[in-house]
């Protein structure tokens, strides 16, 4: 990380650790050395089996000892009375995104004690950190670096990995920052994800992350790739059409003999859905009150990613049907003791915490035993962590040496998965928080965030107008506080619906979004690729240089290098022409013929058209020429695609893009 960008995370670092959480923000929890739980019902989660009336001894933070009688304690001990209660494992969510420390009161009121996030950045190492150092209250965080796919990325949050040496350097430099894992998502070109692969596998961090639809579900099994997120996607990147039930068994078996564990996600069609039959009332329930106000601007009705037209009936129908085919494959592979881990995808689609208790419910709806789906909360969750991240501490399990985050219930969630609900207290790192400290946290967090997320709405309208004015004046009004208080993605997303009609307000939106994230290499490269756009040639080069300090590796922000220093030289040949192009599409091997037309206007601006498969031609959206480079943008029936053709005489010779790993390598030759 370079100079520029160590200062804004130096005084993140200060903001938070004097801001986010001030005296009396949080429920008063005085360090205790030793804390006994006594006369508990003791489900350890290494087995299904209830002991009753067991004595717990935490130490420092730890489990030291478990008894069936009482255990001397020095004066200073605090007792906590178990007598028909039980005690089980904290619970862990391998799948969440963090938007701010304003996320973590709900996980700790819902007895959620380790998470994974899925997609990081420099943020996210900074709450981990302050969390170790009790800086912070939260739950214990393992954290992802930002997400890598391939080009064009499916969201521009991600990072870009084009060719193997990208991927490489990309595995070799979150490494060095010390993320716990490398999470890919499903459009690499089988060279790179093969690259990161062989690379993590040298530097010792795993990989985790979506299916590679290039490369197929088949191969991921075979391959070191030790978490797959999302069973619906593991489908969907299998089968083209709804498997028969010899076909999920033969796919379940598959998986049951490779290495792979495999987080379901049930949850994420019923929010769905929920959200597409009444946004409203999804907004003004419990759950979301505890949405930080960053998460919150991703959820309301003018950002949500549930979309309602004339279609939304079928689409619900639809989900409602791949769901039961979700509980069919989820018993399939249960049955065959793959590994599940718990992940809910909170907060981008789901409520922090308590869709963990929720995707508890859906396992068990799909036949999953209570005790079975328990695990995959406690003891797997715990267990893959343990196996892929050196040094972690053992959780998820009731034995001695232990990690101290424990979960007492009144009532036995193995006779009823919703008794996991019945929270008498936590135990977190070895502090104890009783059932009202735990309610008194949520009352705190929900009046601690409200007057932001009120401000939200008028923040929100005036930014879908291109007016960034209420945006700053409540950023300069709440300067003390740098907690992100509205999602990157959102900010990104507006800006790009205003490019076509307003591109000024886009820059600036794209600007508020740099002074928000001033760590995000995204960011950057936005307001970067709206200022070529703009063809300011100057000011999209200082913008892309600092998202390049920050990302180097980033295929996307090499291409806008490329494209900039063309137009910036003389051009050396006539873009007009035909040109026919030949090009091999990396993930089916599908050989393509085209013809692009291109005719230069006389104010230099350019046209074309795009015949391809289909005999009628498609008007192409752009066309770039400078240098002995040509870029042409075609939005075609099967989603946008990108040629990047080198002209050299009659001569070309380049690559193409298209959506969901569709590219590869291109020649052919241009005709006046």
């Known amino acids: 990380m370079t100079k520029l960008f160590v200062l804004p995370l130096t005084f993140l670092l200060l903001a938070i650790s004097l801001f986010s959480f001030p005296a009396g923000a949080t429920p008063s929890v005085e360090p205790t050395d030793s804390i006994l739980i006594s006369h508990v019902n ?52 391998l799948h969440v995104h963090l938007f701010s420390p304003d996320d973590f009161p709900a996980y700790v009121a819902y007895g959620v004690a380790n998470v994974l996030n899925m997609d990081g950045g420099p943020l996210h190492l900074a709450w981990r950190r302050l969390i170790h150092e009790e800086k912070l209250l939260g739950p214990t965080i393992y954290t992802v670096g930002h997400t890598v796919d391939g080009f064009p990325p499916l969201n521009e949050l991600f990072l870009t990995a084009e060719t193997p040496d990208q991927g490489r350097g990309i595995v070799r430099r979150q490494k060095r920052a010390g993320y716990d894992a490398i999470k890919l998502y499903g459009t690499l070109r089988p060279d790179v994800f093969r690259a990161i692969l062989q690379t993590a596998r040298e530097e010792g961090i795993p990989v985790v992350g979506h299916i590679n639809r290039q490369v197929g579900a088949l191969e991921v099994l075979k ?24 076909e999920l068994a033969a796919f379940a078996d598959a998986i049951a003999a490779s290495r792979i564990t495999v987080t379901p996600n049930l949850n994420v069609n019923p929010a769905n859905i929920a959200q597409l039959e009444n946004l409203t009332a999804v ?43 979700l509980y069919k494959f989820v018993k399939l592979l249960s049955d065959r003791r793959v590994p599940l881990v718990l992940g809910t995808d909170a907060a981008a689609y789901g409520f922090p915490g308590l869709a963990v208790q929720q995707e508890l419910r859906e396992l068990v709806e799909a036949g999953v035993s209570p005790y079975e789906a328990l695990r995959s909360s406690t003891v797997n969750a715990g267990a893959f962590i343990a196996a892929n991240i050196p040094g972690a501490p053992i959780f998820g399990v009731i034995k001695e040496r232990a990690e101290a985050d424990l979960l007492l ?135 892309l240089q600092k998202s390049q300090a920050l990302e180097p590796a980033n295929a996307a922000a090499r291409n806008l290098a490329d494209k900039i220093e063309a137009l910036r030289a003389p051009l050396q040949f006539s873009p007009a022409g035909d040109y026919a192009l030949e090009y091999e599409n990396g993930r089916s091997n599908e050989i393509v013929k085209a013809v692009v037309h291109v005719e230069q206007l006389q104010n230099s601006q350019l046209r074309g058209t795009f015949r391809g498969l289909s005999s009628l031609p498609l008007a192409a959206n752009s066309i770039l020429a400078g240098a002995n480079r040509l870029w042409v943008y075609v939005d075609s029936p099967s989603g946008p695609l990108e040629f990047r053709i080198t002209v050299n005489g009659s001569t070309v010779t380049g690559y193409w893009d298209g959506v969901f790993g569709n590219n590869g390598s291109l020649t052919g030759s241009k005709s006046n």
């Open 42 to 93: 003791l489900i350890p989660m290494d087995s299904s089996e209830v002991l009753p009336d067991r004595f717990v001894l935490v130490e420092h933070g730890r489990i030291s000892r478990i008894s069936n009688s009482e255990i001397p304690l020095p004066a200073s001990a605090k007792t906590i009375d178990g007598r028909g209660k039980f005690l089980i494992p904290a619970l862990a969510d």
């Open 223 to 246: 391959s070191s790739q030790t978490l797959a997120a999302h069973l619906e996607d593991l489908l969907f990147a299998r089968f083209d059409q709804p498997p028969s039930d010899a």
């Open 283 to 325: 907004l003004h329930s419990s759950g979301s009150s505890l949405l930080s106000p960053a998460a919150f601007s991703q959820w309301m009705s003018a950002n949500n990613r549930n979309e309602r037209n004339d279609q939304t009936p079928q689409q619900i129908e639809q989900m409602k049907q791949v769901q039961q085919i």
């Open 409 to 543: 219930l009144s009532a036995s969630p193995l006779e009823n998965i919703q008794n996991v609900e019945k929270i008498e207290g936590l135990m977190l790192r070895g502090r104890w928080f009783s059932a009202s400290q735990l309610a008194e946290l949520r009352a705190q967090s929900i009046a601690r965030t409200d007057k932001t997320r009120i401000a939200l709405e008028k923040i929100d309208s005036a930014l879908d107008a291109g007016d960034v004015g209420p945006a700053n004046q409540f950023r300069q009004s709440n300067s003390s506080s740098e907690i992100p208080w509205y999602a990157e993605w959102v900010l990104m997303t507006k800006a790009r619906k205003l490019q076509q009609k307003n591109l000024p307000a886009a820059i600036a939106i794209a600007r508020l979004g740099t002074t928000l994230y001033p760590d995000s290499f995204g960011s950057w490269y936005l307001l970067a690729d709206l200022f070529f756009v703009n063809r300011d040639l100057a000011e999209a080069s200082a913008q």
